[in-house]
């Protein structure tokens, strides 16, 4: 069924379990993220990008909307790091259940401003709003503390920025950072950062960058003639912790980009011949899917649907 991110983030908050949301920018990353949650009884959030919004547009959105109302799991649709109002009320209009407002990049006031608009005009429509504070990026674990507080989200400011907005769901930085480079050996996060702030709100918080970057497909990518240096993501066991502490959503796009390269890639390896899509895609998704399997077991989501 197709819900809102309320729906689904205020029970896994309550339950202290984590819900994957995965970025999808076709009809494989759909079915992958929508099946895997249906045969593993999990909720999940598919999530599009504006860039994803300029690739598949109202026709990719509908793909998703049409899964979601099929599936027997409640399935939220979600606008990943929406840039304005403007990009909001669009995804809203096209029949997203939830949005994002990322204005992280303003100074509090006008990021609270901007937020409060949104969380105003969504809420009017029953949709729920993620909104993000503080900045992201892959912090080194010895740098000093003044120098993370510099930009990690500072508990006292997240409160208030939560009373001043009104958002259903708030975006911590924590120390991860978007793409498959996280940091050198273990990438850090900020546990007691996260502990910190869940103990003073209640409401979901989001760990953006969560890819979990699986060694064993990296090997796989590099073996199918990919290059790529020295990927890392964020380890299964920091980030069930985080999930634990009050981490509800979990963004996860960079490992499906991953897993479906290997598909693709050791696909065509195999057999030069080929040059039927469905040979070619198939096993994509089917990587996506263990992948997206392996993260929904992490975050403890399996069979809380
Ligand atoms: O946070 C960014 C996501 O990985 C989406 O990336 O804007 O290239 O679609 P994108
Ligand atoms: P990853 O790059 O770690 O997959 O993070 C994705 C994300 O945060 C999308 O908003
Ligand atoms: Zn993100």
Do not use: C, W
Request: hydrophobic share 40%.
């Amino acid at each position: 069924m197709l819900v809102t991110g309320n729906d689904i983030l205020i029970p896994a908050r309550a339950g202290h379990y984590g819900v994957g949301s995965f970025n999808t920018n076709n009809m494989e990353i759909t079915q992958a993220i929508i099946h895997t949650a249906e045969r593993l009884r999990s909720p999940v959030m598919v999530q599009m990008s504006e860039g994803a919004i300029k690739y598949g547009g109202q026709d990719l959105a509908n793909i998703v909307i049409d899964l979601a109302k099929r599936a027997t799991v409640p399935v939220a649709l979600h606008l990943d790091h929406g840039s304005s109002y403007e990009s909001a009320l669009k995804a809203i209009k096209m029949g997203f259940t939830s949005v994002m407002i990322d204005a992280s990049h303003y100074g509090f006031e006008d990021n609270v401003k901007e937020t409060r608009r949104v969380v105003e005009a969504a809420h009017a429509m029953g949709i729920s709003v993620e909104s993000e504070l503080g900045r992201l990026g892959g912090i080194e674990e010895h740098i000093v503390v003044d120098e993370k507080d510099a930009f990690l989200t500072d508990p006292e400011e997240a409160v208030q920025f939560i009373e001043q907005t009104g958002t259903d769901y708030l975006a911590i930085a924590i120390g991860t950072s978007h793409g498959a480079f996280k940091g050198k050996g273990r990438p850090y996060i900020d546990h007691a950062r996260i502990e910190k702030i869940a103990s003073l709100t209640s409401i979901p918080l989001v760990a953006h960058g969560s890819s979990g970057v699986p060694q064993e497909i990296v090997e796989r990518f590099r073996k199918a003639g990919g290059e790529i240096g020295d990927a890392a993501g964020i380890a299964d066991e920091d980030l069930q912790r985080a999930t634990q502490f009050g981490i509800a959503k979990v963004n996860v796009d960079t490992d499906l980009r991953l897993a479906s390269t290997v598909g693709i890639r050791e696909a065509l390896s195999a057999n030069p011949k080929e040059f039927d899509p469905r040979k070619i895609f198939g096993p994509a998704r089917d990587v996506m899917s263990q992948v997206i399997e392996h993260k929904m077991r992490v975050l403890g989501s399996v069979g809380k649907a």
